[in-house]
Nanobody, 128 residues
């Protein structure tokens, strides 16, 4: 059974940083495309960053230069380092994984539609 457990969300002021973590279990971690998606109240879910099994990454324009997605294979953990946070980054952040999605950029563009496995989400709130 595939499970994804996120942590690291919280409340910060604009300009601050947070690091989200996602620990997967129940599948071969390195062979899946993984990503971070977020949903703000009243808005559609959007892709933030993805990383595929080759280590290629893709970022939303809003995340470029501020966020970094990475994997620590030794710790079997996916991260999202978020710097220079803005109020518009507020939302529920979800970790997702899929064995069929092979390209990070494609996966980002699906807004998560093609991802089969999801965590429970972690809330990020950025105040101005």
């Amino acid at each position: 059974q595939v499970q994804l457990v996120e942590s690291g969300g919280g409340s910060v002021q604009a300009g601050g940083s947070l690091r989200l973590s996602c620990v997967p279990s129940g599948y071969t971690y390195s062979t899946y495309c993984m990503g971070w998606f977020r949903q703000a109240p009243g808005k559609e879910r959007e892709g933030v960053a993805t990383i595929d099994s080759d280590g290629d990454t893709a970022y939303a324009d809003s995340a470029k230069g501020r966020f970094t997605i990475s994997k620590d294979d030794a710790k079997n953990t996916l991260y999202l380092q978020m710097n220079r946070l803005k109020p518009e980054d507020t939302g529920m952040y979800y970790c997702a994984a899929d064995p069929v999605v092979t390209n990070a950029r494609y996966g980002l563009g699906t807004r998560g539609r093609d991802f089969d496995y999801w965590g429970q989400g972690t809330q990020v709130t950025v105040s101005s």
